[in-house]
């Protein structure tokens, strides 16, 4: 599903001074934003606790699923727009990444680059680390999270080296602080996991944590891979990203992220007014598409005909 061609949606780019009315930031609304979700935390890790036997596998990947959406708050607050204050947005994102090993100041460097530079296969992280799978073996290599965690563990090794000289966006300024974070965030997940090892069991370790873990970022990777992937390699915000509609249960638990075309081009709008900016600009984008099974099915189709090769 598509709004206007490529022409005509530059033509009519609204501009940044047009959206302004949607910038104000509330904490009350993160902070109600970030309630529910340490509710789905509870709730499925409650779940995960109660449930005999094999049922506890469903309530694992609803756990995970909850986890790996905890990745929303994380891009939230790097905005600084998941909340109005600095230091709550700091302290939320930084905890709201580390159970998936990703640091926070090591994301402000790394997003800030691809959003300076989306769909840019040189200089945007997110194509030069990896490209989108233009073969079934790609995909299905993504979907296993092998790469992911990969990543993870390197910039984690770099980081206790003391080393993000191979990292060319982050400045050698902003190195110190994010090599700082970054051991921090490795002794503060080793020490939780210890401590809930050795008071809970191993089991739970695994059970809680480990098993959500697999399950969830495997999710993440689907959702992800919809935001670009087959769209314009411009500057162009209104060809180069997609917004996806999906149901109100996504859109609460990601934060309203599924907006994200409105997102790239106004990344100043909180998440709680990001709808109010799709009904503004939603006839003037050329990628719109319903739902993300249907794109998924779409994308292996066209992976299977050669039609998704770069």
């Known amino acids: 599903m598509s709004g206007l061609t490529h022409e005509e949606a530059h033509i009519r780019a609204p501009k940044p001074g047009a959206m302004m009315h949607l910038a104000e930031r509330s904490d009350a609304r993160g902070l109600v934003q970030l309630a529910i979700h340490l509710g789905l935390l509870l709730l499925t890790g409650t779940l995960v606790a109660v449930l005999p036997g094999w049922w506890k596998a469903p309530a694992i990947m609803a756990l995970g699923v909850v986890q790996a959406a905890l990745f929303a708050p994380f891009h939230e607050t790097m905005h600084q727009t998941a909340f109005a204050t600095r230091r709550l947005n700091a302290i939320v994102g930084?905890?709201?990444?580390?159970?998936?090993?990703?640091?926070?100041?090591?994301?402000?460097?790394?997003?800030?680059?691809?959003?300076?530079?989306?769909?840019?296969?040189?200089?945007?992280?997110?194509?030069?680390?990896?490209?989108?799978?233009?073969?079934?073996?790609?995909?299905?290599?993504?979907?296993?999270?092998?790469?992911?965690?990969?990543?993870?563990?390197r910039i984690a090794v770099d980081g206790l080296r003391g080393d993000y000289s191979a990292y060319p966006y982050i400045h050698p300024d902003a190195a110190p602080r994010i090599i700082r974070s970054v051991r921090l965030m490795v002794a503060f997940v080793l020490g939780m996991a210890l401590l809930a090892g050795v008071t809970l069991g191993w089991q739970a370790v695994l059970l809680f944590w480990v098993l959500p873990q697999l399950f969830?970022?495997?999710?993440?990777?689907?959702?992800?891979?919809t935001e670009h992937t087959l769209c314009s390699n411009d500057r162009d915000g209104l060809t180069n990203t997609r917004t996806m509609l999906t149901n109100p249960v996504m859109r609460l638990l990601m934060w309203n992220m599924p907006y994200h075309a409105e997102h790239h081009l106004y990344p100043f709008i909180p998440f709680h007014r990001l709808a109010e900016a799709h009904e503004v600009v939603k006839g003037r984008l050329t990628h719109v598409h319903p739902g993300y099974v249907n794109w998924h099915r779409r994308f292996v189709g066209l992976l299977r005909t050669g039609g998704a090769a770069p």
Do not use: K, V
């Open 94 to 153: 930084w905890l709201a990444g580390a159970p998936s090993f990703f640091n926070w100041h090591f994301y402000q460097s790394y997003h800030l680059a691809h959003h300076r530079h989306t769909q840019d296969p040189e200089r945007d992280p997110e194509l030069s680390i990896q490209p989108p799978p233009a073969r079934i073996g790609n995909y299905l290599l993504r979907l296993t999270t092998i790469p992911y965690w990969r990543s993870r563990f």
């Open 216 to 225: 969830g970022q495997c999710m993440l990777r689907c959702y992800l891979l």
